[in-house]
């Protein structure tokens, strides 16, 4: 009797699970989505490169460099976070102005007192 090793959307699909545990209920659909698709695309993308057939060795490979299932959710609320922070600040930003190329070191100095 041969080994049955872990199809490369098996490990995939208990990495995301894996992360999505670590995510808030209203989060955890559009991340495992997102990164369900992000996975298989690059997976496809290192096979291709390779010349053959996505693996256990090649999928392992990418999850780990991809990071462990807490650190990916903590980047995936981060994201979520800046999202909503700018989506939320749209009168704020219509108002006053920004020019980053500005020049103005009477402010700075005034700051720094």
């Known amino acids: 009797m041969s080994a049955q090793f872990p199809k490369p959307d098996d ?11 670590h995510l808030p209920m ?3 659909n559009d991340v495992g989505f997102e990164l369900r698709a992000l996975l298989g695309e690059e997976l496809r993308g290192r096979a291709a490169d390779a010349g053959r057939l996505p693996d256990e060795a090649m999928t392992l490979e990418l999850l780990q460099g991809f990071g462990r299932p807490d ?3 903590a980047r995936a609320r981060a994201r979520s976070v800046c999202a909503e922070m700018h989506a939320g600040f749209g009168a704020m930003r219509s108002h006053f102005g920004m020019n980053i190329e500005a020049s103005l070191p009477e402010v700075g100095q005034r700051v720094l007192r």
């Open 11 to 21: 490990l995939i699909a208990a990495y995301v699970g894996d992360v999505m545990k």
């Open 26 to 28: 209203k989060q955890r």
């Open 71 to 73: 650190d990916v959710a």
